[in-house]
T-cell receptor
Framework: EDQVTQSPEALRLQEGESSSLNCSYT??????LFWYRQDPGKGPEFLFT???AGEEKEKERLKATLTKKESFLHITAPKPEDSATYLC????????????FGRGTSLIVHP | NAGVTQTPKFQVLKTGQSMTLQCAQD?????MSWYRQDPGMGLRLIHY???????DQGEVPNGYNVSRSTTEDFPLRLLSAAPSQTSVYFC?????????????FGPGTRLTVT
């Protein structure tokens, strides 16, 4: 059974204090790993897709990396507007369409 | 494009009542899904569809029905509401990008069953 575990569950940072969120996974043949951002009261919003170990993607202050067992979402010099819940999901190979989601990391950035 | 739209935004039901949550997308995506999101449980898949006329069950399908008569619409029906169905419901659509399916979510429907 595919599993996705995100840590920590919650993270509080001061503005400008860089940190990383972790997504560890077990899946039968990873097809792709996704990161989403979810603001309170809204639906998740797609951020990145990572396809293979060693790959990196960047968007503003966010950088996602992927290894064979986990992915990291690095947040550099965060701002209060980066506060959100970040969700990780994996899609298995073999023609699977259904992703498996982690429970998310709630990030709060204090000014 | 409006993307994925959901109605209503909020709904209160009494136990035993039925209702339909509406979902529509204007991106011509083949794939559509319904999730529920509960505190500490993450997103759980209820039902999904790989095209008009084709639906299948997800992780938590009991108490819910779906149909997909058009590419654009994917309504979720609660047959007889129960307090355990109090949740936030998200509809999502996606299409294949080389076998990968990035999901586009609607704004959600917050349902309370009393």
């Amino acid at each position: 059974e595919d599993q996705v575990t995100q840590s920590p569950e919650a993270l509080r940072l001061q503005e400008g204090e860089s940190s990383s969120l972790n997504c560890s996974y077990t899946v039968s043949g990873l097809r792709g790993l996704f990161w989403y951002r979810q603001d309170p009261g809204k639906g998740p919003e797609f951020l990145f897709t990572l396809y293979s170990a060693g790959e990196e993607k960047e968007k503003e202050r966010l950088k996602a990396t992927l290894t064979k067992k986990e992915s990291f979402l690095h947040i550099t010099a965060p701002k209060p507007e980066d506060s959100a819940t970040y969700l990780c999901a994996v899609q298995a190979g073999g023609g699977s369409y259904i992703p498996t989601f982690g429970r998310g990391t709630s990030l709060i950035v204090h000014p | 494009n409006a993307g994925v739209t959901q109605t209503p935004k909020f709904q209160v039901l009494k136990t035993g009542q039925s209702m339909t949550l509406q979902c529509a997308q204007d991106m011509n995506h083949e794939y559509m899904s319904w999730y529920r999101q509960d505190p500490g449980m993450g997103l759980r898949l209820i039902h999904y569809s790989v095209g008009a006329g084709i639906t299948d069950q997800g992780e938590v399908p009991n108490g819910y029905n779906v149909s997909r008569s058009t590419t654009e619409d994917f309504p979720l029906r609660l047959l007889s509401a129960a307090p355990s169905q109090t949740s936030v419901y998200f509809c999502a659509s996606s299409y294949s990008m080389g076998g990968l399916y990035e999901q586009y979510f609607g704004p959600g429907t917050r349902l309370t069953v009393t």
